[in-house]
């Protein structure tokens, strides 16, 4: 099966804090995404890479960057966290080809105080 | 503008009933359509897709999509529905705008099952 490991469930972190979440998959898959998922507002696309050192932004990059030094990790830095980043992340991968199923992790729920 | 919609943000049914949960789309050329499942404090599980050919779906735990192209529409049913059914459900599609695999995904339907 693919597994899709987040580092953390919950993270409680301050305003101007540096964050980091961590995202690992072990099915070899060349894409990789960064959601944000919030109540009536689904899921929103932040960062996706496609391959190693390869980034591109989403619909909402404002405020975060990400970091694809290997193919399994993908990391989602937030430089200084602000209140309004608190929600839900999601990580997911894929292989490329069109059609392919995103998997997906168990997701990082994130307070920012 | 390429987009999803799900017009019901919750969806109740007895158990026992069928059960219906709505996705219509808006997307140049053909469109790959999904729908995922999220359970309380979980991460996405994949239901099925749509790519071609058949336009009745089959997938997990017994669900199943019908893709209506005129329609444009590609709704979730389930002959018979289970309390263990409640979750949080998603359609998506695919992002035809660009050679990316990304998705697009409408803002989620909660299904409540009743005993």
């Known amino acids: 099966d693919v597994k899709v490991t987040q580092s953390s469930r919950y993270l409680v972190k301050r305003t101007g804090e540096k964050v980091f979440l961590e995202c690992v998959q072990d099915m070899d898959h060349e894409n990789m995404f960064w959601y944000r998922q919030d109540p009536g507002l689904g899921l929103r696309l932040i960062y996706f890479s496609y391959d190693v050192k390869m980034k591109e932004k989403g619909d909402i990059p404002e405020g975060y960057s990400v970091s694809r030094e290997k193919k399994e990790r993908f990391s989602l830095i937030l430089e200084s966290a602000s209140t309004n980043q608190t929600s839900m992340y999601l990580c997911?991968?894929?292989?490329?080809?069109?059609?392919?199923?995103?998997?997906f992790g168990a997701g990082t729920r994130l307070s920012v105080l | 503008a390429q987009s999803v919609a799900q017009p019901e943000d919750q969806v109740n049914v007895a158990e026992g009933n069928p059960l219906t949960v709505k996705c219509t789309y808006s997307v140049s050329g053909n469109p790959y359509l999904f729908w995922y499942v999220q359970y309380p404090n979980r991460g996405l599980q994949f239901l099925l897709k749509?790519?071609?050919?058949?336009?009745l779906v089959k997938g997990s735990y017994g669900f199943e999509a019908e893709f209506n192209k005129s329609q444009t529409s590609f709704h979730l049913k389930k002959p018979s529905a289970l309390v263990s059914d409640s979750a949080l459900y998603f359609c998506?599609?695919?992002?035809?705008?660009?050679?990316?695999?990304?998705?697009?995904f409408g803002t989620g339907t909660r299904l409540q099952v009743f005993p």
């Open positions: 998506a599609v695919r992002d035809m705008s660009d050679n990316t695999d990304k998705l697009i």
């Open positions: 997911a991968s894929s292989e490329q080809g069109r059609g392919n199923i995103q998997y």
């Open positions: 749509y790519i071609t050919g058949d336009n």
